[in-house]
């Protein structure tokens, strides 16, 4: 398979509390996106972690990427009501253009 | 405001018609996507077309053409309507001026229903 393979498929915590959600691949990739999709919403670019990095940071979030072992990771700390969304993970590689090949995602669930 | 943009939101139709979907962006890119997602939330790319010309097309059914009459516009025209052509439709787009940009900004998606 080409894709990213989500971890867990479905998570819910508490309000406040950090959120932790993986994505494993077996391709190359040049770039791995992470995007959010609110219920019947498009997808919105949340961070973008190059091939070459190890760690990047966003606000809440902050992604990590070990090409050695083909696994992303993304952390939300100090989650939201709002936060509640699919997180998904999207291995970009550049042939000619861009191309995203998305994993199933993430459904995150915060309860207040 | 600034945006990708797509026409109509629900569409709703009979097995073996013919409907066309459009998107429009204002961001000024040059590069645009169609993908597919499924019932299971599976999103997967089907073309894009860097200023109108066609760069990337998956194996798709040569029942979906793609035209782009401009970079700002992608539409995309399903003949011969199938059930499994239920789906979400979302369109995006990028610009590679000045070398490949990565992110991809989407539109709120075409959400397709054949009976």
């Known amino acids: 398979s080409q894709q990213g393979e989500e971890d867990p498929q479905a998570l819910s915590i508490q309000e406040g509390e950090n959120a932790t959600m993986n994505c494993s691949y077996k391709t190359s990739i040049n770039n791995l996106q992470w995007y959010r999709q609110n219920s019947g919403r498009g997808l919105v670019h949340l961070i973008l972690i190059r091939s070459n990095e190890r760690e990047k940071h966003s606000g809440r979030l902050r992604v990590t990427l070990d090409t050695s072992k083909k696994s992303s990771s993304l952390l939300i700390t100090a989650s939201r009501a709002a936060d509640t969304a699919s997180y998904f993970c999207?291995?970009?590689?550049?042939?000619?253009?861009?191309?995203?090949?998305f994993g199933q995602g993430t459904r995150l669930t915060i309860n207040p | 405001d600034t945006a990708v943009s797509q026409t109509p939101k629900y569409l709703v139709t009979q097995m073996g018609n013919d409907k066309s979907i459009k998107c429009e962006q204002n961001l000024g890119h040059d590069t645009m996507y169609w993908y597919k997602q499924d019932s299971k939330k599976f999103l997967k790319i089907m073309f894009s077309y860097n200023n109108k010309e066609l760069i990337i097309n998956e194996t798709v059914p040569n029942r979906f053409s793609p035209k782009s009459p401009d970079k700002a516009h992608l539409n995309l025209h399903i003949n011969s309507l199938e059930l499994g052509d239920s789906a979400v439709y979302f369109c995006?787009?990028?610009?590679?001026?000045?070398?490949?940009?990565?992110?991809?900004?989407f539109g709120p998606g075409t959400r397709l229903l054949v009976l």
């Open positions: 995006a787009s990028s610009t590679m001026a000045g070398g490949v940009k990565e992110t991809q900004y």
């Open positions: 999207a291995l970009g590689k550049i042939q000619g253009a861009q191309k995203l090949v």
